[in-house]
């Protein structure tokens, strides 16, 4: 708990706790892992997603994971496909988490290796250079089809876990 405290930190209605975990597994030995939940604690809904690439504004990020052409569309325009019945979510490139009002989402990184304490202040740097939280309203402003979205776009869940090799090299072992 005390973690949690110390890495805390809020963006307008956000919330985002930082903390790490030992799960013991019988007759297997440990499994670690840093926790990186963001609650929302207002009355708007906020849309997170990782960003492969950094920028400094919300503008370039939003089009940048949005708008940019990969292949034949851009994530917009798949995410307004009605026929689709299926989504495999990608973590960088077609992962996005709608969180509505007082709801949370946990993203577990998980190791096989105890994570230090210098390891762990690396995973949340990278995690909070990383991972793109905005408001519906700013996000709306780029993309403005977001209300045609097909809900099958948008992760379910209330968590992730990613194992740590899937993060950049600048966080591995």
């Known amino acids: 708990m005390f973690s949690a405290i110390c890495y805390a930190g809020t963006t307008e209605g956000i919330i985002v706790r930082k903390d790490s975990l030992r799960i013991c597994v019988e007759n297997t030995g440990s499994v670690f892992s840093v926790l990186y939940e963001v609650e929302n604690v207002s009355n708007d809904t906020y849309y997170l997603w990782f960003q492969r690439n950094i920028y400094s504004t919300e503008r ?45 989402f946990t993203i577990q990184i998980l190791s096989d290796e105890k994570f230090s304490e210098c390891k762990k202040k690396q995973v949340f740097r990278y995690l909070d250079k990383h991972v793109v939280i905005v408001s519906e309203h700013t996000l709306r402003q780029y993309v403005p089809m977001l209300n045609s979205f ?24």
Not at 76 to 91: D, F, Q
Not at 94 to 100: A, E, P, Q
Not at 163 to 168: C, E, G, I, S
């Open 60 to 104: 370039e990020k939003i089009i940048d994971y949005f708008m940019t052409i990969r292949g034949d569309f851009h994530l917009a325009g798949k995410a307004i496909e009605t026929n689709a019945i299926w989504l495999c979510h990608s973590i960088y490139d077609t992962f996005v988490k709608k969180i509505k009002p007082q709801e949370r």
């Open 150 to 173: 097909n809900p099958l776009f948008f992760y379910k869940h209330n968590f992730v876990t990613i194992p740590l090799n899937v993060l950049k090299p600048s966080v591995k072992k």
